[in-house]
């Protein structure tokens, strides 16, 4: 399994999205814990499995969320970049 990152604007998002949810219900932030947390580890085992975007990028689709985690695969780890949201300013990680 390879070594996974958060670029520090996506770790600042996963928290936001993270506080979004325990603010409305203690449950949801619960599920949307455990649906990155399964996105991180799917990332780590099959790191080249999911799309390529046109930049390159790789990203992997929360199943019960609007959140995309926005990837790239570096020499000897894979760096997350965005945590994002599906609806709100597409390709704005992208300068990261």
Do not use: C
């Not at 219900?25 to 499995?49: L, N, W």
């Amino acid at each position: 399994m390879a070594n996974v990152e958060f670029h520090p604007e996506a770790r600042a998002e996963l928290t936001g999205a993270a506080e979004w949810y325990l603010a409305r219900s203690a449950t949801a932030a619960i599920e949307f814990a455990r649906e990155v947390e399964h996105g991180i580890d799917r990332i780590g085992e099959f790191p080249e499995r999911y799309p390529v975007t046109r930049k390159g990028w790789r990203r992997f689709v929360l199943l019960k969320f609007p959140f995309d985690l926005v990837y790239r695969i570096l020499e000897g780890r894979i760096e997350i970049v965005a945590v994002a949201h599906q609806s709100r300013r597409p390709g704005y990680w992208k300068a990261r």
